[in-house]
């Protein structure tokens, strides 16, 4: 199942406080980039992100979660209603990602 335009636009509303937030649509999903890093994406009206130890350290309840057959698990972000602690989760995450390649 696709994701839906309407959920991409709620989770970009919810990041609006960071800069550099973009997305691609990639085969009926979307892929999240924060400063050009890719953080995760929206799989089936989904917020996953990778799995790292700031991500796993800063959320409360951990859930695993495939984003596609025969995908890496990501963690399943639940909390997609809090602005506050998306922000955070982002900012947690940022320099455990590595660098974009070129």
Partial sequence: MASSREFLEFILEQLSELEEITYRAMMGEF???YRGK???GIYD???????????IRYMLTV????????????????EVDNKKFLTGLFHAMYDELP???R
């Fill in 99 to 101: 660098a974009p390649k």
């Fill in 31 to 33: 892929i999240i980039y």
């Fill in 45 to 55: 009206n989904r917020l996953l992100v990778k799995s790292v130890k700031s991500a």
């Fill in 63 to 78: 859930s695993y979660e495939l984003p596609y057959e025969g995908a890496k698990e990501m963690l399943l972000v639940d």
């Fill in 38 to 40: 890719i953080l995760g």
